[in-house]
């Protein structure tokens, strides 16, 4: 409510255009990556064991992998957002 009364609606919004800047590279960037973890991972390990038993846990680390490059290279834009919240 301190935020409704010294700055209005705007204030709730603070930030936000650059939260919506980061999301399609970052959307971007994991869907690619997801993609290129997995490939690498099922022509590695898949093609020369002959079983697809392994096929769940290397789909979760190649998402886990693909998260962790995605946050590392939107990371700039994520402080510019809270720094763009926090002064602005």
């Not at 020369?48 to 290397?58: E, I, K, R, T, Y």
Request: charged share 15%.
């Amino acid at each position: 409510m301190k935020m409704w009364k010294r700055e209005g609606l705007a204030s709730w919004f603070k930030g936000n255009w650059a939260n919506c800047v980061r999301i399609a590279p970052f959307q971007a960037i994991e869907f690619f990556f997801f993609d290129f973890y997995k490939h690498l991972w099922h022509s590695s390990f898949l093609n020369n064991v002959g079983n697809h038993q392994n096929s769940l846990q290397l789909d979760l680390l190649a998402g886990a992998l693909s998260g962790a490059t995605a946050t590392m290279m939107v990371y700039p834009l994520d402080i510019a957002k809270t720094h763009l919240a926090i002064n602005v």
